[in-house]
């Protein structure tokens, strides 16, 4: 599995990706919106796990972007917001495949990407 | 009764609302940064039980990095706590320089979700005015919201403070996009109304490219 990991807050995703590859899975990360785009110019990724505010562009508009591009990938968002029935409302609008709230557990994450991408 | 008192009460509200939701947002950050340090402590303790050697310096960057995220968590705080103390007197003295720092920090992640730098404030000397400082923080980013509305992407606003002859005033400037048009949209309603209970003006000045705030010296004068 290939995993692309995208949020401003670098520290975040580098330590996520960390531990994504301890469990066995491939995990890159970046923490700007573009830079992701560019990153999947290089290498095919099955599943993004994207935040959903990010500055420039938010999580949604990165999938679109991403998906034009790679039709078949999967995508989970992840949101620091409380207003959590929000954010699943509209993740589940712009078709994210699922939807978790910060701070993440890993091995709900882990699960949730294996059950995305086997479904 | 006239519909200010409703304008300003729906201002007021939403404007805390903003910023406890974005002060919120910023701490769940935090949060989620410590969450996956301690995870990955627990990665490695793990891998330590299982016979693998654990490198000190790699153990030794995650422990700063916790407390990073402290020191940032407690700026929040702190800022908050200020923010929400700010409601407290209904007029009170206070130093302009440092209430316009305390909205240019709570700022920060709608200027950064615009993709905008907001500039450190230049003040010359410590700039007393007695106000209202609830008022004035929401006058002050209604003026700062509209200047990164003005701005956009990849631009910097700067913030300055000074005394005048009779009282005080904000700068908010580098808005090189200040036209006609948008100086139609501003000041609208709302800010009208903080403005005259502020004893205030916003005065917009196109060929320089600044909204400037005045502010008397003692609303109580």
């Known amino acids: 599995m290939r995993v692309l990991l995208v949020d401003d807050e670098s520290e975040l995703v580098s330590a996520l990706a960390e531990r994504l590859s301890f469990r066995g899975i491939e995990a890159d990360w970046s923490s700007k919106c573009y830079d992701a785009l560019t990153q999947m110019e290089r290498k095919k990724y099955d599943l993004a796990v994207l935040d959903m505010k990010m500055p420039k562009m938010n999580g949604i508009e990165l999938k679109k972007k991403m998906q034009e591009k790679f039709p078949d990938m999967k995508f989970i968002f992840m949101t620091g917001h409380g207003s959590e029935d929000n954010y699943r409302a509209g993740s589940a609008e712009a078709g994210a495949d699922y939807f978790l709230v910060k701070p993440v557990d890993i091995d709900t994450l882990v699960e949730k990407m294996n059950e995305v991408l086997h479904k | ?221």
């Open chain 2, 1 to 221: 009764m006239g519909q200010k008192p409703y304008i300003m009460a729906e201002a007021g509200l939403q404007f805390f609302g903003k910023i406890s939701a974005s002060i919120s947002h910023e701490i769940k950050n935090v949060l989620a940064i410590i969450n996956e340090n301690a995870g990955l402590l627990d990665d490695f303790t793990l891998m330590a039980a299982k016979g693998m050697a654990i490198n000190p310096d790699r153990l030794k960057t995650m422990a700063v990095k916790v407390m990073e995220q402290i020191g940032r968590a407690d700026g929040i705080i702190k800022n908050m706590n200020k923010f929400a103390h700010s409601a407290d007197d209904p007029i009170k003295g206070i130093n302009l320089a440092d209430t316009l720092e305390l909205i240019r920090s709570l700022s920060g992640r709608f200027a950064s979700m615009r993709g905008i730098t907001l500039a450190p404030v230049h003040h010359a000397n410590p700039t007393a005015v007695t106000t209202m400082p609830f008022f004035l923080e929401n006058i002050i980013w209604l003026c700062l919201d509209f200047a990164m509305d003005t701005a956009g992407a990849g631009k910097t606003v700067g913030l300055a403070c000074e005394e005048t002859k009779d009282g005080a005033r904000i700068k908010f400037s580098r808005l090189e996009a200040l036209g006609e048009k948008t100086v139609d949209m501003f000041p609208t309603e709302t800010e009208k109304a903080l403005l005259d209970v502020l004893k205030a003006e916003v005065l917009i000045d196109l060929e320089a490219g600044e909204i400037i705030l005045n502010l008397p010296k003692n609303i109580e004068a």
